[in-house]
C-alpha cells in the first residue's frame, strides 16, 4: 500500500472536519440556539447519526456531481477536495452557513478549466436553481407549516410543560434523522473524488463483512464528527439567533420544513409514485440543506414581524453563497498551477479523445458526418479540445448532442479478461444470465465504452437500457449499477 495515498486522502478529512464544523447548523443550529437542545447532546447525536449514514448508506449519495467533472488523478482529487475545504473552513471561522456542496462545485469547475476539460453547463445552471429554489420552497413550507401548528396548539391548549417536553422529544428525533441524511448525502463529496484510490481491502470476519468503501466513508464520518465537536457552535448560533429570534415550536418547524424540501427534491420513490398516477414530478437534483435552513428561518421570521428579521446578516449569508462557488474555483485553479509545475504532481492524467466513424455512425442522423469529416480520425488530449473542433465544424449542433459526442469519443480500450470473472461472482451483486453475458465476451477488446455496453446488450437482452422514463428508471439503475461493477474490474484506477 502506498504510504502517499493517505498523505492525499487529508485534504478529503480536512473536508470533513470543514462540513462537521459548518452543515452541521442545518441540523441543530435552530434547537441549540433556542436552548432546547444543549450542544454537546447535539454533537453527540450529530457524531453518531453522521458516521451511520456514511457507513450505511453513503455510497447511495446523489451523482450529479459527478457529470460536472471527470477527476482522473489523485493529486487533482486532493487539490479539489483541499481547495473546497479551505473555503468552507473560512466561511465556517466567520461564521457563515455555506454549502460544501457548492465549494465541492466551484473546485471541480476549477480543475476542468485548468485542465481544458468541458464542463456540463447545463447541470450546473441546474444545481444553481437548487441554490434559490431551496431556500425560498423552505421559507414558504415553515411558514404554513407554523401557521398550522399554532392554530393546532391554541385549540388543543397543551399545558405549557408538556408542550415543553414533546417539543424537546420531537427536535431530537428531527435531528437525529437529519444527522443520518447529512452522513450519507454529503460524505460523497467528503470522500467521493478518492473512492477511484481507495487504500483499504475488505475486511471478513465470518458473517460480518466490513468493506473498503466502508471504511474509507468511516474515516470521513469521524472527521466530520471532530468538526461538529470543534467549531460548529458559531455557526448553529449564526443560523439560530442572528437572522431572527425563534421559540422552540420555530426550530422545531425549521427543521422540519428543511427536511421536507431535501426529501421533495432527493425521494426517487416519491417520483416514481406521481409517475405512475399521471403526475408531473420533481427532479432529483442535490439541494443544499445551507440555504434551506436559512430560508425556513426568514419564513417564521415573516410570520412574526419582518422587521426582527436582521436583512443585513441575510445579505452576508446571501454574499458568500455567491462567493463559495467562486472563489473555489479560483483557488482549486491557482492551487493545481502550482502543485503541477512547483511540486511536480500529476494532477490530470493524459486520455485520448478520438472522433472515430463508428462513433459518428453511432450517433446516426443526429450528426452531420460530412462536416465533421476534418475532425474524424484525429486523436485529442483533452475533451476541451475535441468539442472546440466540433464547434468549428458544426456551430448549430445540439450542447447535449455535442457532449454525448465527446463521452463517446473517449478512447479506453477494454479488454474482458476472463481471470476477473471469479472475483464478479464473488460479488453476487450481478444476475447469473448476466455474467454468463459477458463471459461470452471473454478475450474482446472495446475501444470506447458504449461499444462494450452494446455487445453485452446483444449477448442478453437483460443487459439493454430501456427508455428513459422515470418509471423505467428502477430498472435502468440496476442496469447502471452492474456496469459500474464490470467497469471497475476492467478500467484502470486513478493514480
Not at 487539490?79 to 473552513?89: G, L, N, R, T
Not at 483499504?200 to 466502508?214: T, Y
Not at 422587521?307 to 455567491?322: F, L, P, T
Not at 459526442?405 to 448476466?434: H, Y
Request: glycine share 8%; charged share 15%.
Amino acid at each position: 500500500m502506498d504510504p502517499t495515498i493517505f498523505l492525499y486522502l487529508s485534504s478529503g478529512l480536512f473536508l470533513g472536519w470543514s462540513l462537521g464544523a459548518n452543515d452541521a447548523a442545518n441540523v441543530f443550529g435552530t434547537a441549540v440556539a433556542s436552548r432546547m437542545v444543549k450542544f454537546r447532546t447535539a454533537a453527540i447525536i450529530l457524531t453518531i447519526g453522521v458516521i451511520l449514514g456514511a457507513i450505511v448508506s453513503g455510497a447511495g449519495a446523489a451523482h450529479t456531481l459527478s457529470k460536472l467533472g471527470a477527476i482522473n488523478a489523485l493529486a487533482g482529487a486532493f487539490m479539489v477536495a483541499f481547495s473546497a475545504a479551505a473555503v468552507v473552513a473560512w466561511m465556517t471561522i466567520v461564521g457563515l452557513p455555506v454549502s460544501t456542496t457548492q465549494a465541492v462545485v466551484g473546485a471541480i469547475i476549477g480543475w476542468n478549466l485548468f485542465t481544458g476539460s468541458v464542463t456540463d453547463y447545463t447541470v450546473f445552471k441546474t444545481i444553481c436553481a437548487t441554490w434559490i429554489a431551496s431556500p425560498v420552497l423552505t421559507g414558504f413550507f415553515s411558514y404554513f407549516i407554523y401557521k398550522g401548528v399554532m392554530k393546532l396548539l391554541e385549540k388543543s391548549r397543551i399545558h405549557i410543560i408538556r408542550l415543553d417536553a414533546m417539543t424537546r422529544i420531537g427536535l431530537v428525533i428531527a435531528g437525529a434523522l437529519g444527522s443520518y441524511s447529512l452522513g450519507a448525502n454529503n460524505i460523497a463529496n467528503v470522500m467521493g473524488v478518492f473512492i477511484g484510490a481507495n487504500p483499504f481491502s475488505d475486511l471478513h470476519a465470518g458473517l460480518f463483512e466490513f468493506s473498503g468503501l466502508q471504511q474509507l466513508f468511516l474515516l470521513g464520518g469521524v472527521a466530520i464528527a471532530v468538526g461538529v465537536f470543534s467549531y460548529a457552535k458559531r455557526v448553529m448560533l449564526t443560523v439560530g439567533t442572528q437572522i431572527a429570534p425563534l421559540t422552540p415550536v420555530g426550530a422545531f418547524v425549521v427543521i422540519i420544513s428543511t427536511s421536507l424540501v431535501l426529501f421533495l427534491f432527493a425521494s426517487e420513490g416519491l417520483e416514481f409514485a406521481l409517475a405512475s398516477v399521471g403526475l408531473p414530478t420533481i427532479p432529483l437534483v442535490p439541494v443544499s440543506s445551507s440555504q434551506a435552513v436559512v430560508g425556513g428561518v426568514i419564513g417564521i421570521g415573516l410570520i412574526k414581524n419582518s422587521r426582527n428579521i436582521k436583512w443585513s446578516i441575510v445579505g452576508r449569508i446571501a454574499v458568500a453563497w455567491i462567493q463559495t462557488p467562486i472563489v473555489a474555483a479560483l483557488v482549486c485553479y491557482v492551487f493545481l498551477f502550482f502543485l503541477q509545475n512547483v511540486f511536480g504532481q500529476t494532477v490530470y492524467n493524459p486520455v485520448e479523445y478520438r472522433l472515430s466513424e463508428q462513433v459518428v455512425v453511432h450517433h446516426g442522423d443526429a450528426v452531420d458526418a460530412q462536416a465533421l469529416s476534418g475532425v474524424i480520425g484525429k486523436s485529442f488530449e483533452t475533451s476541451g479540445q475535441l468539442k472546440s473542433a466540433i464547434d468549428k465544424a458544426l456551430p448549430d449542433l445540439d450542447f447535449k448532442t455535442e457532449l454525448k459526442l465527446v463521452d463517446d469519443s473517449l478512447v479506453e480500450e477494454i479488454t474482458v479478461d476472463p481471470a476477473k470473472f471469479q472475483a464478479l461472482e464473488k460479488l453476487r451483486v450481478i444476475e447469473p444470465e448476466r455474467l454468463a453475458a459477458l463471459r461470452t465476451l471473454g478475450g474482446r477488446t472495446f475501444t470506447y465504452r458504449w461499444e462494450l455496453v452494446e455487445a453485452l446488450a446483444e449477448a442478453d437482452p437483460e443487459w439493454k437500457f430501456r427508455e428513459k422514463t422515470v418509471l423505467n428508471k428502477p430498472h435502468n439503475k440496476e442496469i447502471q449499477k452492474n456496469l459500474d461493477l464490470v467497469m471497475d474490474a476492467y478500467v484502470a484506477k486513478m493514480k
